[in-house]
């Protein structure tokens, strides 16, 4: 059978993220694969240049719809830190607790589209069902489902009332069965286990060389995460494990997944019955002084690092954002060759693309037929081999 | 098998969603709806339509006498929203010395004119 | 994991690339030369195990362009590989080939910045659209729209 | 010889076409709701089906860009009739008057059908989804048929007739055929939920890969018709399961009057199609989507071997019992 071109996306009824893979597909074995990403630069960047450090933070939570508070997070910890502000403990909870909250609705969302996507549609139903416990909370917390509007530089903006605390904790008992019930049904569901297993398989030198990181990276056996190597906000005191699998593939992505939701729901538990007293923000000097930082956060996707520079004045001289995404679509392009077509959406839904943020790469060639992935040489020769005006000299 | 066993004891139970119109959820105590200005209060210090993300606080004249503190001082400015440009965010509530801007618990319906304001 | 790295250490084998400083418990700032960060990064990967780049940073600063490679390791440390680039006709060499993950923030940075990655395998478009205007780039400070450019999107359209 | 009046009534009224458009609609209505309930959902009101047939009649029929009108409008009225015609065969209230024999073969080739239009249509909508979409609808279908087509013909071998009816009149003398080839029934089930391309078998009109395959293009009346050829065909195939495996309409003794004996076979006959329709409905929701190649591994190294060896063990007992 002669090669077809199958194009999925940006329109396409299959995709929720304007993203358009080219696949040139030998049946169903994919031969070779472009893919096209962002068609939706919003230059948040550069407008962040333009805000002060209070109109600022709103920006920054809407760069994403559901990692919102890992952005202002990320952003807010960068801030206070060049100010060398220290952040009350109350608000230090309040913010872990809020950021467990978000991975745990985001790996649920997750848990429930994969299921989707191999057409196992109740699993799906079922998940977002128990997300809505979840989101209730952060609504009762927050006043919104998704952008919370909880930062602000110097702490918190709205405190937790012991009802609330009470509310939230009552919740707690019947996610955490639910949770469990979720970690059975994924390590033992024959309908689960035929699709994920042994799909888009990364190694743990592949993964590393990638660059990969959160969940897709652990499930490749690699033990980066941002809240052990670089402890913020309470992760210091709260008892948690990084979780790791060998597996690397669809199946260990899920599997890290599902035992994550279990370690958010210890911190989120630890968080709210420990919270200690006191006020929820320090005052902020209105100006930051001039200085660089880095701010790393593990959001539920993997690690997120804002590159701040600031420069005496209101507002940052630049911000730049890199969103786990970005990292991991390198890593997604590289295990889609020789894959069935059935797979491509797993396969890419696997690192939970959230492409509100980011990119667009056109990277993937491979002619011949054989198996395995190409490695990167070969792939800057063919890709010179086929654009030869392309090179730069 | 454990999805068989729950997909029968879902059968037999209730569906879990809020049939809307009939039923309705109870709006958290956190929630931010409708922006609501209190006139009496405001000494139109304009720091609502500075802090706004959206900018949609701006400042239109409204000469007033204010309490506040205990004295009696003259405004010149009052703020308005446009309703649709607003994000919710709160943050004038959040940075207005009086208390006068705030976000109430009502949902505030949607339109398509987006030139609706708040005084 | 192994132990952690200090200052000392990274200072004494990185003297000839240039000023190593640390910026924070686990972040070591090294300021090298363009023509030297290939060979900045090749050592700290070889010596330390610097094995994963977190990010490429671009900033412009009025005067330079700045790049600030940042790479960790299993020792958790982070190390900022920190260069100036001329404004005019910006060009570097490539590090994809020693860290694929880099030729997605490269043409990231072409895109936004104009910074040309010599021996790229391919600087296409990946953030802009294909209808944005060459030698425009955004995020430059002096870069300001101009109201009888087409910056793409459908004629007649902008707000 | 019988009755034209009777004859027509039977076709077009009772339980000819018109019963079975409406059972149809009403088995999609239940197959939705009995799922939706399992997923704690609430499911469409029961004229949904019906709604949406209407609907989609008055909807724009649009064409896509160098097909082939008249093959395309035809191709869903094929399929419609041929699974319509398969329904006169099937015994509803007592035996068809139409039985013949031979119709169970009829039958099983007039339910294939629907699937070589799908792969027809997906052919000619010239769109790439169509496209392949249309040819795993005929690859499954060389993976899951052998298998079913066993299934469903080892009552026959047993009964020794290849009549639907005779079938069933055996089951009355005898015992179902459930109890006596209860593979035979399993693979049976499996290949319907395989023919009627639901889950764990959409994998042609798979909703995440390929848009919905060989319906990518199809609208308005065209859709409506399809949509309706594959609800019919379920009734068809939970019918013919009945009637094959479940004794049918049939009960093991006379009643009198004789037109008291047909109602008590209707409604025999609405609990068993309701039955096979709720196995149906939880295996679609206990179950997600396979690989064309896992399904290829599966079917014939488990399902084609399951069957086999249900006609070898028929052949067994044929030889020791049945006709001892």
Redesign the interface.
Known sequence: MPE????IGPH???LKEPVNFRVIADG?KIVRLELDLSYNHRGVEKAAEQRDFIRVLPLMERVCGICSHSHSTAFAKGIEEIMQLEIPPRAQYIRTIIAELERMHSHLLWLGVA?????????F??TW?DREAVQDTLEEMSGNRVHYGMNEVGGVRRDLTPEQLNAALARLPALEERVNKYVVMVNEEE??L??FRGVGRLSKEEALRYGTVGPTARASGIDYDVRKDDPYLAYKDAPWNVVTDTHGDVYGRTRVRVWELQESLRIVRFCLENLPEGPIRVPAPKNAPKGEILSRYEAPRGELAHFIRTNGTDKVERVDIRTPTLANWTSVAMCLVNQ??????VIVAAIDPCLSCTSRITLLDNHTKKAGIISFDELVRRYRSRNPEDVQP | ?S??KE??E??L?R???I?YPKEKVPIPGAFRGRVAIADEKCIGCSKCSLVCPAQAVTMIEGQREVEFKGKSLARKKRPQVKLYKCIRCGLCERHCPTGAITLKHELSSSGTDGEVVVT | MTGPLTLDMVAGKMKEFGVSEQVRNNRIRITTTPEKVHDTIRTVQAMFGFDRLITISAVDNTMTLELVYHLTGPHRMVVSIAVGLPRELPAIATVSDILPPAAIYERQIHDLFGIMFRGHPGLARIVLNEDWPDNEYPLRKDWKPNPDTFYGGIKGERS | MIDPLYGLLYIFIFPGFLFLFLYALFLAFLDRR?A????????PPFFQPFADFIKMLGKEVIDPAGVDRAIFDAAPLVALAAVMTAFLYVPVTGNSPLAFQGDLVVVLYLLSLPTIVLFLLGWLSRN??S??GGIRAVTQLFIYEVPFFLALLTPALMAGTWSISEIVVWQQKNLWFIFLQPIGFIVALIGLQAKLER??F??PE??????AGPWTELTGRRLAIMDLTIDISLVVGSALVAALFLGGPLIPWTVTPSWLGGVIGFFLFLIKTLAVLLVLS?IK??????????LNDIGWKYIASASIVQVGIVLVMNYLWVYA
């Open positions: 077809v071109v199958v194009s396409h009824p299959a169903e299921a989707h996507l191999i057409g196992f549609n109740t699993l139903m079922w069902r309908t689960m035929i699709r069935n077509i059935a797979d491509i959406p | 098998m999805v068989l997909m029968f879902n059968l139970s569906p879990i969603t049939l | 009995i939706a309930r399992m997923q704690q959902r609430v499911g790439i989804f496209a392949i889950t764990p959409d994998i798979a909703e995440t890969e390929i848009v939880s929701v206990a179950t997600g989507r396979i690989r064309i190649d896992q």
